[in-house]
């Protein structure tokens, strides 16, 4: 008995001498873990910016910002390489529109990689389009969107790519999704990151930034947004 009370307290100073996992407050529904970078609060619009650095002019209220077909996309000031990146939308009921009209907008990765934003409530489109599906490549693996009006989650785990000097790319960005809890894409290579290191455009970081889907004769679109926030990550060792 002494013998395994000595072994459980040998263990006991071995775990208390390694490195210990940092504490984080993970927050909850409405409120960022403790160590995010909080781009939208439910406050003001002071961390957004129009693509051409004016003002964003989504309004807010009740917590949320509202973006009305016209304000143009916006971008975050902050900028990041690779993230934890929790957002939380809630396209409106159009029902007068269909596909690519009810309810588009989009969430941008590093500006450049659109993960769609689209009311999929029972409103079939091609399937990379739908909401939730990498844009161009990718559809999601299932279909986890809730009806208009509601609030929806994106929780994603994005890697930046890496660009040689060659404009090869060295490591091509990934993104891990869930869409309202629900598993959508797992650990995806992001194509268009080939093309944008070929192309010198594929950055080191860079910001988010929400689509305003915008078209001559676009019906006027008024999309939600709360909770915006991500923590910085490492790069998996290479
Ligand atoms: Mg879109």
Redesign the pocket.
């Known amino acids: 008995m002494r013998k395994w009370f000595a072994i459980a307290v040998w263990l006991g100073v071995v775990a208390s001498a390694q490195e210990q996992p940092r504490v984080v407050d993970p927050g909850g529904a409405a409120r960022a873990p403790s160590d995010a970078v909080v781009l939208f609060d439910g406050k003001d619009m002071s961390h957004w910016t129009t693509t051409d650095g004016r003002p964003a002019r989504c309004k807010v209220a009740d917590a949320a910002m509202t973006c009305t077909t016209g304000v143009g996309d916006i971008a975050s000031k902050e900028r990041f390489r690779s993230a934890q990146i929790h957002l939380e939308f809630a396209p409106p009921y159009m029902p007068d529109q269909k596909g690519q009209s009810r309810g588009?907008?989009?969430v941008y990765l590093h500006g450049r990689y659109?993960i769609?934003?689209?009311d999929s409530y029972q409103n079939p489109t091609y399937a990379h389009g739908s909401c939730g599906g990498l844009?161009g490549q990718a559809a999601p693996l299932v279909n986890a969107c809730r009806p208009p009006e509601q609030w929806q989650s994106y929780d994603l785990i994005f890697h930046g790519p890496r660009c040689g000097a060659d404009g090869k790319v060295q490591a091509e960005a990934t993104v891990t999704i869930l869409q309202n809890g629900v598993l959508i894409h797992d650990h995806v290579k992001i194509r268009d990151s080939v093309k944008g290191c070929a192309e010198g455009k594929a950055g080191e970081s860079g910001p988010l930034l929400l689509?305003d889907?915008n078209y001559k004769g676009a019906p006027v679109t008024n999309m939600k947004f709360r909770n915006i926030w991500f923590r910085p990550i490492q790069d998996a060792a290479e």
């Open positions: 588009n907008s989009g659109e769609q934003i689209l844009y689509q889907h």
